[in-house]
């Protein structure tokens, strides 16, 4: 279990446009879940979960996500990274289909 859990509020209400999974996975690997070298110690206990997705309605201080670690610091770094990667519409926005395309069938 980590020792430090952010829940990560929106800014406003509307709707989840978009999530940008690169600066997501960057804030994660931050906040522990990841090495930056081959020497680092991963944080078993560090990771990410959603609360919302591309086109899910979230109201101003409603949880987008949670963050998990057991360094502190490293939590508050991810915490800001993660923030500037939801990006929320006053326009209703569109759930992406779940499966685009099957190949090979």
């Known amino acids: 279990k980590a020792k430090y859990v952010a829940k ?3 800014h406003k209400s509307g709707w989840v446009e978009s999530i940008n999974a690169e600066q997501i996975g960057m804030a994660v690997r931050a906040a522990g879940a ?3 070298t ?10 990410v979960m959603f609360e919302k997705k591309v086109g899910d309605y979230v109201e101003e201080g409603g ?3 949670t963050l998990c670690g057991n360094d502190r610091d490293k939590v508050i770094k991810a915490v800001a990274m993660i923030k500037q990667a939801f990006s929320i519409s006053d326009a209703e926005v569109t759930k992406p289909a779940l499966v685009q395309d099957v190949i090979g069938l």
Do not use: T, V
């Not at 081959?38 to 990771?47: F, P, Q, R, V, Y």
């Open 38 to 47: 081959k020497n680092d110690e991963i944080d078993l206990a560090a990771g």
């Open 8 to 10: 990560i509020a929106a």
């Open 34 to 36: 990841g090495r930056f």
């Open 63 to 65: 949880r987008l996500c």
